[in-house]
């Protein structure tokens, strides 16, 4: 069973403040890897807050492919934090934007099954995921029941 924490109304803030217990757990092995809704953004600013936040532990970064959340994390990584981040896709033609990329899907899946694989394996390679649903969609539920599954901690950002 994994660590949850939650950060209410964020999506509205444009600099969040990670609960300390979560900051407390991170440490130079720590990955941590970014999830949640394809149909919501959060604004950059709150993203960039959220990120340096996070790299003063000196942990490493993961982050999926998909549009919303994943790219808004994306973006930012590329440009500030992209010695220690790495990029998971579920499609071959997903630009990784100069990221290394830690896993690529296999040719041939289902779109909704890549995404599922692809989700996996980020929860896979995390100590640490941060959870922006926006909606709980499919996707969002995978990559929570995943990481209480297999006891990464977990920062749902509602």
Same mark, same amino acid.
């Given at each position: 069973?994994?660590?949850?924490?939650?950060?209410?109304?964020?999506? @509205?803030?444009?600099?969040?403040?990670?609960?300390?217990?979560?900051?407390?757990?991170?440490?130079?092995?720590?990955?941590?890897?970014?999830?949640?809704?394809?149909?919501?953004?959060?604004?950059?600013?709150?993203?960039?807050?959220?990120?340096c936040q996070l790299a003063r532990s000196r942990c490493?970064?993961?982050?999926?492919?998909?549009? @919303?959340?994943?790219?808004?994390?994306?973006?930012? /990584?590329?440009?500030?934090?992209?010695?220690?981040?790495?990029?998971?896709?579920?499609?071959?033609?997903?630009?990784s934007l100069g990221l290394p990329v830690a896993w690529?899907?296999?040719?041939?899946?289902?779109?909704?099954?890549?995404?599922?694989?692809?989700?996996?394996?980020?929860?896979?390679?995390?100590?640490?995921?941060? /959870?922006?649903?926006?909606?709980?969609?499919? @996707?969002?539920?995978?990559?929570?029941?995943?990481?209480?599954?297999?006891?990464?901690?977990?920062?749902?950002?509602?």
């Open positions: 069973m994994s660590l949850h924490y939650t950060i209410y109304g964020a999506h @509205g803030l444009l600099s969040p403040v990670v609960p300390r217990a979560f900051l407390t757990s991170l440490s130079t092995q720590s990955v941590v890897g970014f999830a949640g809704s394809r149909s919501f953004s959060p604004c950059p600013s709150f993203c960039l807050s959220l990120l490493r970064f993961a982050v999926g492919c998909a549009p @919303g959340v994943d790219r808004a994390f994306h973006f930012p /990584l590329v440009f500030h934090f992209s010695g220690s981040a790495s990029f998971y896709r579920a499609f071959p033609e997903r630009s690529s899907s296999p040719a041939g899946l289902r779109p909704a099954v890549a995404l599922a694989t692809r989700t996996r394996q980020l929860v896979a390679a995390c100590t640490h995921m941060v /959870l922006v649903p926006h909606r709980w969609g499919p @996707g969002s539920r995978l990559c929570y029941r995943s990481c209480r599954e297999r006891g990464v901690v977990v920062l749902v950002v509602v």
